[in-house]
C-alpha cells in the first residue's frame, strides 16, 4: 500500500509541473521627458496575478540607458494566459505629458 502512495504523489507532482506553461513576454521602448531622452528611470515588468495566494511576479526590472532606452524580459509558469504591466517609475516634470507610444 505504501507503494501505491508513492506513486500517486509521483503522478499528481508530475501532471502540476505540466499544467504550469512557461510562458514569456519582452518589451522594448525609449522613454523621453520634455523631448529629452529619459535617462535613469526605472522601468519593472510584472505578471500580474489575480488569484488569492498568488502573488504577482516580478520579470524583469532595469533603469533606462542614457539615450532613455530600456529592453526587459521574462519568463513565469502559470495556468492560466500571464498579464504582463510595465510600471515606469519617473519624476518628469507634471507639466509635461508623458508619451507611451506601443507600436510594434
Excluded at 488569484?51 to 524580459?73: H, I, M, Q, S, V
Aim: aromatic share 10%; with cysteine; proline share 5%.
Amino acid at each position: 500500500m505504501k507503494n501505491c502512495y508513492c506513486f500517486l504523489l509521483i503522478a499528481l507532482s508530475m501532471s502540476n509541473s505540466f499544467a504550469f506553461r512557461l510562458q514569456g513576454v519582452a518589451v522594448k521602448g525609449k522613454l523621453t521627458c520634455g523631448g529629452k531622452p529619459w535617462k535613469n528611470a526605472k522601468v519593472k515588468l510584472f505578471d500580474i496575478d489575480t488569484n488569492p495566494g498568488d502573488p504577482d511576479d516580478l520579470l524583469d526590472e532595469k533603469y533606462t540607458d542614457k539615450d532613455g532606452e530600456f529592453r526587459l524580459d521574462g519568463t513565469t509558469r502559470e495556468m492560466t494566459p500571464i498579464d504582463p504591466v510595465l510600471y515606469i517609475y519617473h519624476d518628469c516634470e507634471d507639466s509635461i505629458k508623458v508619451r507611451l507610444d506601443f507600436s510594434r
